[in-house]
């Protein structure tokens, strides 16, 4: 299953957020997608979420769905439903989904605020663009068909990031100086190895788990598990896995990685790497700024590596780094402001600093 691409129009209530979606829905209908919406509410019976939701089918949105924690399928839940299961579930046929509202969500944001107001709060991630509203009926037609054309390229540009790639979160490893299994970390309440699939699917469509199964409950149900078919062989072997998974797929298809130790990877660097990538080159990897190296546990693989990552494995040669410098890998220069994002943790310690640091920069 191929996820579409998911866009969240946020900001605060009465801005105009409903009346800006069903602009948008009616302009991307018009180009001929096919567009999912999916409105956010907190209680499913509240007057206004049937009477938005109606509002958004009536745009143009097929399918547009109200959904809270007491949606069908989820009742007696202690969480709400993950967007990215309920786009998974209901909108899988549509080109793009549109949704009001998932502020804390690792989707790209539109951030609509009242005019003259000042950034928004830190709380929200992954804010694209910020659109200046005063509230339904007080939107100008040049200010809406910009934001329209906006989205139209930032539609074009997710499907070409997206095209021919799977992504991989590895979660195979020992974890012997964590003491624990890294694929159940939780940093904030949220599980890292969930955020990262989250990620994963949203940029790239689609995501697997290779090594470990999935044991918390905040994993998205849209990320196919594989066991490890080296195990034990370190990471180039979990690699060497997900690319026999994806030339199994009906168009073979390179492999996007990160490890599941990884919580500070967000959308930012997986973006620059995606659009980074060298498809004629064996694989593009990062290079740490601050340190000079690379870091073959977030990198894309291509289809053609298949073989040469597979016989180092059968040799011995179980060094990721080593066979991105032998294979010839593209090394891609991260800027500084995403350096931190590489951070991987492997005691409690570091565990602990890392989480931190995420709180205080609001992640």
């Given at each position: 299953m191929v996820i579409?691409?998911?866009l969240c129009v946020t900001g605060p209530s009465g801005v105009g957020k409903t009346h800006v979606l069903e602009h948008l829905i009616?302009?991307?209908?018009?180009?001929g997608l096919r567009v999912g919406a999916i409105k956010h509410c907190r209680h499913l019976d509240a007057p206004a979420s049937d009477k938005d939701a109606d509002r958004l089918a009536r745009a143009g949105a097929s399918p547009a769905i109200a959904a809270a924690k007491t949606a069908i399928g989820i009742q007696n839940s202690s969480r709400e439903p993950l967007l990215l299961d309920l786009v998974a579930t209901f909108c899988p046929?549509?080109?793009?989904?549109l949704a009001e509202g998932y502020k804390r969500s690792v989707h790209d944001k539109i951030l609509i605020r009242p005019a003259g107001e000042s950034d928004g709060p830190p709380s929200v991630e992954s804010v694209r663009t910020v659109f200046e509203n005063d509230g339904p009926g007080r939107t100008g037609r040049d200010e809406i068909e910009a934001v329209c054309q906006w989205v139209w390229r930032w539609f074009r540009g997710r499907q070409a990031l997206r095209e021919g790639l799977i992504g991989a979160v590895l979660t195979g490893g020992a974890s012997r100086r964590m003491g624990a299994d890294k694929s159940r970390?939780?940093?904030?309440?949220?599980?890292?190895?969930?955020?990262?699939?989250?990620?994963?699917?949203d940029r790239i469509g689609q995501v697997m788990v290779i090594g470990?199964?999935?044991q918390e409950p905040d994993v998205p149900a849209c990320a196919q598990w594989h066991p490890d078919s080296s195990p034990g062989l370190g990471p180039l072997g979990g690699i060497a896995t997900a690319l026999q998974v994806a030339a199994a797929a009906a168009a073979p298809r390179g492999v996007c990685v990160a490890a599941c130790d990884m919580p500070a990877v967000g959308g930012d660097l997986l973006d620059h790497l995606l659009a980074g990538r060298d498809p004629k080159a064996p694989a593009t990897v990062p290079v740490s700024p601050a340190t000079g190296q690379i870091e073959p546990l977030l990198a894309i693989y291509e289809a053609q590596a298949r073989q040469s990552v597979e016989q180092a494995v059968r040799c011995g040669k179980l060094s990721a780094t080593d066979w991105l410098t032998a294979a010839g890998a593209r090394r891609l220069a991260v800027p500084d402001n995403l350096a931190g994002q590489l951070a991987n943790v492997n005691t409690p310690a570091e565990l602990k600093a890392l989480s931190e640091r995420l709180e205080?920069?609001?992640?």
């Open positions: 579409p691409p998911v009616g302009s991307l209908t018009a180009r046929d549509c080109d793009l989904v970390l939780r940093i904030a309440g949220r599980c890292i190895l969930g955020r990262l699939c989250e990620l994963m699917a470990r199964e999935p205080q920069d609001g992640a």
